[in-house]
């Protein structure tokens, strides 16, 4: 039984890209938007970490909605560079330079670059780096320099770390403190409390075309207890748990339902 039919969605409750506007918005998303914001006119260093599928991806797709073309070109890094030369080589690759087989100077010529659309354009370059957790500590020491433009003492280029909850520690390893002496804001998700859990589900089921209570109060105290609050968990719990409800022709999401679609999500 599809639990969209039987539901009489018009789509998946827990369709992953939402268009914009019809994305969940907490408190917290809203102050980290705030924060990101704040990072691209400073044009510092930022810091973002929490657990998985807490959000990260989410206020990443939303900052990027929100980035006017004509003002910052976003690079997006998720492939992890495994030593300081594959760094400015992806960076290169991503700004349309030609590397070099010398490292030297395929970092100038990445810097040029972002200097010249800064200069030209009046593009800010926002370098992102995603799953930045798994970078090695060379890696990473070597973000000072990239992000430092010393001739004229201005900051150029805004840099965005996101990673789990680890991140934050590694960057206190004394290796790291030049980069960590940078880091000019820091934020950390964590999962919704129990009424942010609710109101997450709650929109979640309007935006598909519920018209009605679907999951009971002691569903979503379960829902909540299962995912602690953590979105993907939720997603994927309630996901199963529709699916239990619609196996059994039952209108309403019970416990008995989420239990088992918590069984299903954790196989």
């Known amino acids: 039984m599809n639990p969209n039919a039987f ?28 924060r990101l914001e704040y990072l ?10 929490g657990p998985p599928g807490s ?26 560079p495994g030593n300081a030369a594959d760094l400015y080589r992806l960076l290169a690759l991503e700004l349309g330079v030609e590397p070099s087989w010398r490292r030297a100077l395929t970092f100038r010529a990445a810097r040029a670059e972002i200097e010249r659309l800064h200069r030209e354009r009046r593009l800010t370059v926002l370098l992102i780096f995603d799953e930045a957790h798994m970078l090695r500590n060379d890696v990473l020491a070597e973000l000072p320099a990239l992000v430092s433009f010393d001739w004229d003492g201005q900051a150029r280029m805004p840099l965005l770390l996101v990673g789990q909850t680890g991140l934050t520690g590694r960057l206190r390893m004394a290796a790291l403190e030049s980069l960590a002496q940078r880091v000019t804001v820091r934020f950390r ?34 829902l909540f207890n299962a995912s602690q609050g953590i979105m993907r968990k939720i997603d994927a719990i309630a996901g199963h748990a529709l699916a239990a409800a ?20 954790r196989a």
Do not use: C, N, W
């Open 40 to 49: 691209l006119r400073l044009k510092g260093i930022g810091v973002l970490d």
């Open 7 to 34: 539901f009489g969605f018009a789509i998946d409750p827990f369709l992953r890209d939402l268009p914009a506007e019809k994305r969940f918005r907490s408190a917290a998303l809203d102050e980290l938007q705030a």
């Open 189 to 222: 998700l964590h999962g919704f409390d129990r009424d942010t859990t609710r109101a997450y589900l709650e929109h979640r089921l309007a935006v598909a075309g519920a018209d009605r209570p679907i999951f009971t109060e002691p569903a979503i105290e379960a």
């Open 246 to 265: 619609a196996m059994q022709h039952a209108r309403l999401v019970d416990i008995f339902h989420v239990r088992a679609g918590t069984e299903e999500a």
């Open 55 to 80: 959000g990260k991806s989410t206020a990443l797709r939303r900052l990027r909605d929100g980035l006017h073309p004509d003002q910052v070109r976003p690079v997006y890094l998720h492939d992890t």
